[in-house]
């Protein structure tokens, strides 16, 4: 009996080593991690992935992270952190490289693909090296997803070669975020929405090549009108994926513009914001006309010292008119450069197009623009789209060289923003 016993005995203590000696190694080692060797040599291992707006990450032994967490990072045990901060909820893919040539000479970039074939690229990338890894040749990379296949399971990320365009390989991870997410309902074009007193309407949309083209319509007081255009439309899915584009002329009064998501999603809300054109002559919704002002003679900036002026929550101020200055002191005066002035725009609710309708001179003769519409862009054209907040805009003068006391009269029209839903076109 005695010797039973002591039989038992040693057997709970041989297991009890066994265990004990397993979670020694456990606690002293690192969770297995996908990986990928590229053909430099180097090896590639995805670290982890967050999501969210405060991202942290820690590279070191379990039994390092289990220490460093109950001191609530008090002590660091070897634990190596990480960290970032985004605006918006963002999907970071943390990629360790090991080994392989000098960062100076290593690039590679990431991109996921959904099962569709889809692909997301990343916005931006953080490049921890030197001093935080522990090999000079090591580095962290973490790419920045704000648009990602969210549906799936899993997440593939594809290394790919700067150079070659070419994919060098694949490396998976458990999807942060994988649903399940709400149902739109879909109705197909023509689809008409209403804002204030316009109908804007979707008349067709159809896909070509990786960019949507669409024929929008507008209806004001009754009446179908051209004094309306698109120029910004944010795509998005029931997923969360969104994307800003600004659409540009196609053929037979058609818009084009990139989404960057994928057209296998059950449907996409477009949120298009209409703003009227350059040579719109409906009733603006604010009117004004500066103080007189002459630009420099012999070049340079005249600055004003009136008050901003304010209608309809629209706020706009002449900050100053500019004579460019000639190469040639002893150039004509017909050879030097239009002058141009700077307007600040404050616009809470909401963009406008400001359009720079005319210029009126001291002698009371009136130099109109050749209206054309600038993108967001532009700098210098008669009639630019402000977008909502503070916006610094540059219109080029009509007037001839040497012009005095100029008045600059302003026409600003507020934009009109409807939303469609639609189930795109794969």
């Given at each position: 009996m005695k010797?039973?016993?002591?039989?038992?005995?040693?057997f709970?203590?041989?297991?009890l080593?066994?265990?004990?000696?397993?979670?020694?190694?456990?606690?002293?080692?690192?969770?297995?991690?996908?990986?990928?060797?590229?053909?430099?040599g180097?090896?590639?291992?995805?670290?982890?992935?967050?999501?969210?707006?405060?991202?942290?990450?820690?590279?070191?032994?379990?039994?390092?992270?289990?220490?460093f967490?109950?001191?609530?990072?008090?002590?660091?045990?070897?634990?190596?952190?990480?960290?970032?901060?985004?605006?918006?909820?963002?999907l970071?893919?943390?990629?360790?490289k090991?080994?392989?040539?000098?960062?100076?000479?290593?690039?590679?970039?990431?991109?996921?693909?959904?099962?569709?074939?889809?692909?997301?690229?990343p916005?931006?990338?953080?490049?921890?090296?030197?001093?935080?890894?522990?090999?000079?040749r090591?580095?962290?990379?973490?790419?920045?997803?704000?648009?990602?296949?969210?549906?799936?399971a899993?997440?593939?990320?594809?290394?790919?070669?700067?150079?070659?365009?070419g994919?060098?390989?694949?490396?998976?991870?458990?999807?942060?975020?994988?649903?399940?997410?709400?149902?739109?309902k879909?109705?197909p074009?023509?689809?008409?929405?209403?804002?204030?007193?316009?109908?804007?309407?979707?008349?067709?949309?159809?896909?070509?090549?990786?960019?949507?083209?669409?024929?929008?319509?507008?209806?004001?007081?009754?009446?179908?009108?051209?004094?309306?255009?698109p120029?910004?439309?944010?795509?998005?899915?029931?997923?969360?994926?969104?994307?800003?584009?600004?659409?540009?002329?196609?053929?037979?009064?058609?818009?084009?513009?990139?989404?960057?998501?994928?057209?296998?999603?059950?449907?996409?809300?477009?949120r298009?914001?209409?703003?009227?054109?350059?040579k719109?002559?409906?009733?603006?919704?604010?009117?004004?006309?500066?103080?007189?002002?002459?630009?420099?003679?012999?070049?340079?900036s005249?600055?004003?010292?009136?008050?901003?002026?304010?209608?309809?929550?629209?706020?706009?101020?002449?900050q100053?008119?500019v004579?460019?200055?000639?190469?040639?002191?002893?150039?004509?005066?017909?050879?030097?450069?239009?002058?141009?002035?700077?307007?600040?725009?404050?616009?809470?609710?909401?963009?406008?197009?400001?359009?720079?309708?005319?210029?009126?001179?001291?002698?009371?003769?009136?130099?109109?623009?050749?209206?054309?519409?600038?993108?967001?862009?532009?700098?210098?054209?008669?009639?630019?789209?402000c977008?909502?907040?503070?916006?610094?805009?540059?219109?080029?003068?009509?007037?001839?060289?040497?012009?005095?006391?100029?008045?600059?009269t302003?026409?600003?029209?507020?934009?009109?923003?409807?939303?469609?839903?639609?189930?795109?076109?794969?």
């Amino acid at each position: 009996m005695k010797r039973r016993s002591r039989l038992l005995l040693a057997f709970a203590l041989c297991l009890l080593s066994l265990l004990l000696g397993a979670g020694a190694l456990f606690l002293a080692g690192e969770e297995p991690r996908p990986a990928q060797r590229l053909p430099d040599g180097s090896l590639l291992v995805l670290e982890g992935v967050t999501y969210g707006k405060q991202h942290t990450l820690a590279l070191g032994p379990r039994w390092g992270k289990l220490l460093f967490a109950l001191t609530s990072g008090r002590q660091t045990f070897g634990v190596r952190t990480f960290g970032s901060s985004t605006a918006n909820d963002t999907l970071i893919v943390w990629v360790r490289k090991q080994g392989g040539p000098p960062l100076a000479a290593w690039r590679v970039d990431f991109g996921l693909k959904d099962e569709h074939g889809c692909k997301f690229f990343p916005f931006g990338s953080i490049q921890y090296r030197a001093g935080s890894m522990p090999s000079a040749r090591d580095c962290l990379q973490a790419a920045q997803f704000q648009n990602f296949p969210r549906r799936g399971a899993t997440l593939s990320l594809d290394v790919l070669d700067p150079r070659a365009k070419g994919a060098l390989g694949v490396l998976t991870a458990p999807n942060p975020v994988p649903g399940p997410y709400p149902e739109w309902k879909t109705a197909p074009p023509p689809l008409t929405q209403a804002s204030g007193n316009a109908l804007f309407k979707l008349a067709t949309m159809e896909r070509i090549a990786a960019s949507q083209v669409a024929v929008f319509r507008a209806v004001e007081q009754g009446r179908p009108t051209a004094e309306w255009e698109p120029v910004g439309i944010v795509t998005s899915d029931a997923t969360g994926n969104a994307t800003t584009s600004y659409p540009r002329r196609g053929a037979r009064d058609s818009w084009l513009w990139p989404t960057g998501l994928c057209p296998h999603e059950p449907a996409w809300k477009l949120r298009t914001t209409f703003a009227r054109t350059a040579k719109a002559q409906a009733k603006a919704d604010m009117l004004w006309t500066s103080p007189p002002v002459s630009p420099p003679a012999g070049g340079g900036s005249a600055r004003l010292l009136s008050q901003p002026a304010i209608q309809n929550g629209i706020t706009l101020e002449l900050q100053k008119v500019v004579q460019p200055r000639h190469y040639d002191k002893r150039a004509p005066l017909r050879e030097r450069p239009p002058p141009f002035a700077l307007v600040r725009v404050v616009s809470p609710g909401g963009p406008v197009r400001l359009t720079l309708t005319q210029v009126t001179d001291g002698a009371g003769r009136v130099y109109r623009p050749h209206l054309e519409p600038g993108s967001r862009d532009s700098r210098g054209t008669s009639s630019q789209l402000c977008f909502e907040g503070r916006s610094l805009r540059q219109f080029r003068l009509p007037t001839p060289p040497g012009a005095r006391d100029l008045r600059l009269t302003f026409a600003a029209y507020r934009t009109r923003t409807v939303e469609y839903v639609v189930r795109p076109e794969p």
